[in-house]
């Protein structure tokens, strides 16, 4: 089946530095891949959709400003959490999506990546 | 905006058990899906369903996408301590991104 990695699997970071989480479909090409984040013993909310060749798209209430998103080629997004503060820790996970699908698997199936524990001190 | 709601919000039961847990909307989606998520791990796919009435089953699980296409109902049968996790349902309305439910929080003790 379709593979995402993100790198890194956790970081520590202090309060006011950037950090940057790589996602990766490793045996497909995404032309779309989302960003979600969640709190402890809390549900996915999604963070923006990221599109290979443009923008991203961000939900309400997610400031562009702080998490950069880039879809530089078809299988590789980065998350770039800017400025850090503690709240922003969480678990971020990323997903792609196989837009030809496959034999049985439609092209709504979404593969999550591992997820990246991020907290700031 | 669609919402989902899933129920019950925690199960602890015993091994051997069966169970349901549900996942409802005012909306109607195009197409609904449950993941089982571990700590620290992302959510795995089990299931998609896109026909109201549909019902699939894999091994001891059945799922059911309601005729409205607005509910679903994941049942285990025999529960096992592997099926322990979160079980989040995800619906998708037409031309619009997955929204996740809240999940349900199961835990099946040996």
């Known amino acids: 089946g379709a593979v995402v990695s993100q790198h890194p699997s956790w970081v520590i970071c202090k309060s006011g530095t950037s950090v940057k989480i790589e996602c990766r479909s490793l045996d497909f090409q995404a032309t779309t891949m989302f960003w979600y984040r969640q709190f402890p013993k809390q549900s996915l909310m999604l963070m923006a959709t990221?599109?290979?060749?443009?923008?991203?798209?961000?939900e309400q209430g997610v400031e562009k400003d702080k998490f950069l998103i880039n879809h530089a080629s078809l299988t590789l997004s980065t998350l770039t959490v800017t400025s850090a503060h503690p709240e922003d820790s969480s678990f971020y996970i990323c997903s792609a999506r196989d837009p030809f699908g496959g034999q049985g698997v439609s092209t709504d199936t979404q593969y999550f990546g591992p997820g990246t524990r991020l907290t700031v001190l | 905006t669609q919402l989902l709601e899933q129920s019950p919000q925690f199960l602890s039961i015993q091994e051997g058990e069966n169970l349901t847990v549900y996942c409802n909307s005012s909306?109607?989606?195009?197409?609904l899906q449950w993941y089982r998520q571990e700590p620290g791990e992302g959510p795995v796919l089990l299931v998609t369903?896109?026909?109201?009435?549909e019902v699939k089953k894999l091994k001891r699980l059945t799922f059911q996408f309601g005729d409205a296409r607005k509910d679903s109902s994941l049942h285990i049968t025999a529960a096992q301590p592997g099926d322990t996790g979160l079980y989040l349902c995800?619906?998708?309305?037409?031309?619009?991104?997955?929204?996740f439910g809240p999940g349900t929080r199961l835990s099946v003790l040996p």
């Open positions: 909306s109607v989606f195009s197409s």
């Open positions: 995800a619906g998708r309305g037409y031309g619009q991104n997955f929204v």
């Open positions: 990221s599109n290979e060749g443009s923008k991203a798209t961000y």
């Open positions: 369903v896109v026909t109201g009435g």
